[in-house]
């Protein structure tokens, strides 16, 4: 049965009144899980990540008769791929230099195009139907794009960020989530202080679930400075918020022996390995011309 690398429907198709090359986009997790423009690919067997992306895109081109461009963000490579795709499925990388000129006209017709509240909608109908594997990729997908295209205190990539560790905390990967929690209080803390609470205390219940000591030290004290700040501030008006100010205290202080320890079936199956990178402490290589993983000659499109 031939595979369809793309959903069954128009919903990821840009509008055809949209200025022309404007740039697609897609994204490949460190676990292979593949996006474009906002739909999880089902690629099915070993079919690379890189050869469903540019099938995806030629189907693209192919419906507009016109050569399109595409942002690939590869997290397991660390990089930006800058493409341009055309209807006979050949294809070739560019360098950041020769891609249209960023700018607010852009950004707002690529969105216009692709709107970041549909993608989020999609999150979270993943999320209610508790398919959140799926949903944590897409909301990583639309965080990393976000932030590429708008910068990472935009509002709109702040929100997708808050967004995916609140799907990584319901996934029980309270690491990753405190990490993301964290950026997004330590944001807030830098650019509105007034709306920081709500944020640190997203980021302290994450932080509640760990057991690694060097983990709870660490994103412990950051979080106690932050609570401090906010409190020589006046804004700790919630009763709630004092409270887990004093518990991130109150943990420190006792050290590791307050540390609630995982049961002994789980706390065995973990590696004593370091924890899982922090996604700002993976930042992208620069674009480069000729990455040949997403260069292709005519006629190797598969669709």
Known sequence: MPHSPTPRDTGNLPVLSAPPLIRLDAYVAEDGSTVVNGHLLEMGGMRPANEAILDAIAMFARTLGAPVAATVIDRPAQQVARLRVYPDGSSRTIAEEEDLPPGRERTAAE??????????????????????????????????????????????????????????????????????????????????????????????AAWQRLWDEGQVATRGQELLRMWERLSAEGLLQDPSHHAMAQAVRTRLERGSRYVESPPPATAAALPAAPAPAAPEDRPLKPTRRGLRRFTRRPGRSAG
């Open 111 to 204: 969105e216009e195009a692709f709107p970041p509240l549909a993608r989020v909608e999609r999150i979270i109908q993943h999320t209610q139907r508790e398919e959140l594997h799926a949903a944590f990729v897409l909301a990583s997908a639309l965080r990393e794009h976000l932030s590429l295209r708008r910068g990472a205190e935009d509002e709109l990539s702040l929100e997708a960020r808050a967004i995916e560790a609140y799907i990584a905390y319901l996934r029980g990967d309270y690491m990753i989530s405190t990490v993301l929690a964290l950026t997004v209080a330590r944001i807030r803390c830098r650019t509105d202080l007034n709306r920081a609470a709500p944020e640190v205390a997203r980021a302290t």
